[in-house]
T-cell receptor
C-alpha cells in the first residue's frame, strides 16, 4: 500500500471548517483513500473513502486531487466532539482487510 | 443494531502468562481483524479471520494466535506475555471483500481491550 504523510497536529476553531491534508504521492490506480478517526480511548471510526471522485457524507467531504497524489478531508462545521486523531490510509485489493495506520493528525477543536 | 463488542474492557496479567481476548462482530459481518495499538501509536494489523481460518497476518510472532467460531465471533490468544505486549487490542469487522468484489467498504472497530502486562 502507498505511504501517506499527514501533519502531526492542527488546531481548529469551533464552528469553522477543518481542512485536513494528506499526501499519498505513490498511490496506484486501484487504491482507495480512506479516512478514520480515533477519539481518545475509543476504537477508530470510519469517516469516508474515495477512489478519484470527490465524496460527501453526513460526517465529512473528501476532496481528491486530479492526479490523486493528495487529498483533503473537510469537516464542514467542527465541534468540540470532533477533537480526535485523524488517519489517512491508502488501501488496495492486495491489502485485503489490512489497514495500515500511520501517525495521523491530532486535531484539537477549540471553543 | 449491535456494533462490534469486545471483552473484557481491561485486563492485567503478569509476564509469562497467557491471555484470551474476545470479539463479537457487527451484525451481518463475517470477517474479523485484530489490531494492536501501543500507547501513542497507530493501530498495527495482527491478523484477519474469515470462514474460521486465518486469511492474512501482519508482522507478529507465533505467540499471537486466534480463532473464529461458526457464529463469526473471534478470540485472540497471546502466550508467554511480555511487558511490550501491553497495549489496546482492537477488533474490527467487515463483509469479506470477495462478497463485494472490491476493496471499497468500511471496517467497524470495537472499543478495544486494554491489556497491561506487569
Amino acid at each position: 500500500d502507498a505511504k501517506t504523510t499527514q501533519p502531526p497536529s492542527m488546531d481548529c476553531a469551533e464552528g469553522r471548517a477543518a481542512n485536513l491534508p494528506c499526501n499519498h504521492s505513490t498511490i496506484s490506480g486501484n487504491e482507495y483513500v480512506y479516512w478514520y478517526r480515533q477519539i481518545h480511548s475509543q476504537g477508530p471510526q470510519y469517516i469516508i473513502h474515495g477512489l478519484k471522485n470527490n465524496e460527501t457524507n453526513e460526517m465529512a467531504s473528501l476532496i481528491i486531487t486530479e492526479d490523486r497524489k493528495s487529498s483533503t478531508l473537510i469537516l464542514p462545521h467542527a465541534t468540540l466532539r470532533d477533537t480526535a486523531v485523524y488517519y489517512c490510509i491508502v488501501r488496495g485489493i492486495a491489502a485485503g482487510n489490512k489497514l495500515t495506520f500511520g501517525g495521523g493528525t491530532r486535531v484539537l477543536v477549540k471553543p | 443494531d449491535a456494533g462490534v463488542t469486545q471483552s473484557p474492557t481491561h485486563l492485567i496479567k503478569t509476564r509469562g502468562q497467557q491471555v484470551t481476548l474476545r470479539c463479537s462482530p457487527k451484525s451481518g459481518h463475517d470477517t474479523v481483524s485484530w489490531y494492536q495499538q501501543a500507547l501513542g501509536q497507530g493501530p498495527q494489523f495482527i491478523f484477519q479471520y474469515y470462514e474460521e481460518e486465518e486469511r492474512q497476518r501482519g508482522n507478529f510472532p507465533d505467540r499471537f494466535s486466534g480463532h473464529q467460531f461458526p457464529n463469526y465471533s473471534s478470540e485472540l490468544n497471546v502466550n508467554a506475555l511480555l511487558l511490550g505486549d501491553s497495549a489496546l487490542y482492537l477488533c474490527a469487522s467487515s463483509l469479506p471483500e470477495s462478497s463485494l468484489g472490491s476493496v471499497s467498504y468500511e471496517q467497524y472497530f470495537g472499543p478495544g481491550t486494554r491489556l497491561t502486562v506487569t
